[in-house]
């Protein structure tokens, strides 16, 4: 159980694929998100969602953290959970990743106390939404959401890439793109997946 870094749950997204709040969407009438923070607890002292609707979780015994910069993305809700954090490290895991391991969520916190700030690469992509962030990276965050707010002034078209904050900021990744993680990585953001994750789940 790890009470030197926090873990947060990234709620923020529109689901414009899925149709639905797929945080909410149920396996064996358990809500995803619910799946995802009793894995996180089962390493962290403490879990909490970034979300700009708390409301919607109110069944989950945790902390519920509103986006700071609003409309801009999930680089926000880091941001956030950075902010908020009393841990100097965050391990941030989006909703719609229920398949992470315990297994891999202990590698990276390893791995993490000598290298620093990470990402996973996993299931062919590079996962910028799951890795560790550390505070240090709170000014260069907000530079970068300012800058990009200065250059679009329509705030529903502003995008603060992730992956280029990374870039610029030299993160290390941890690969598990092995077939052992196949499946590990997938992300929710249609039908299509929902079904896989019940197959995989072995769920009728």
Do not use: W
């Not at 870094?5 to 009438?29: C, P, T, Y």
């Not at 990009?148 to 690969?175: M, P, W, Y």
Request: hydrophobic share 40%; with cysteine.
């Amino acid at each position: 159980m790890y009470s030197s870094i926090e873990a947060s749950i990234l709620a923020g997204g529109k689901s414009s694929r899925m149709g639905e709040d797929k945080s909410l969407m149920e396996v064996n009438s358990v809500p995803i998100i619910q799946l995802v923070y009793e894995k996180l607890k089962l390493s962290f002292e403490k879990v909490t969602i970034i979300t700009n609707s708390p409301e919607c979780y109110g069944f989950i015994p945790c902390d519920k953290l509103s986006d700071i910069y609003k409309n801009i993305g999930p680089l926000a809700g880091i941001h956030s959970a950075l902010m908020h954090s009393q841990s100097e490290k965050v391990f941030i895991l989006p909703c719609d990743a229920p398949l992470v391991s315990t297994e891999i969520i202990h590698a990276m916190v390893e791995y993490s106390e000598t290298i620093g700030n990470i990402y996973a690469i996993g299931g062919g992509f590079h996962q910028h939404l799951i890795g560790i962030f550390s505070k240090n990276l709170i000014p260069a965050i907000e530079k970068f959401i300012l800058d990009s707010q200065s250059e679009e002034k329509d705030a529903s078209k502003r995008s603060c890439s992730v992956g280029t904050l990374l870039k610029q900021n030299s993160f290390k990744t941890i690969s598990f793109d092995t077939a052992k993680y196949q499946t590990e990585f997938l992300n929710l953001n249609n039908r299509q997946d929902f079904e896989q994750l019940r197959h995989l789940l072995m769920l009728p």
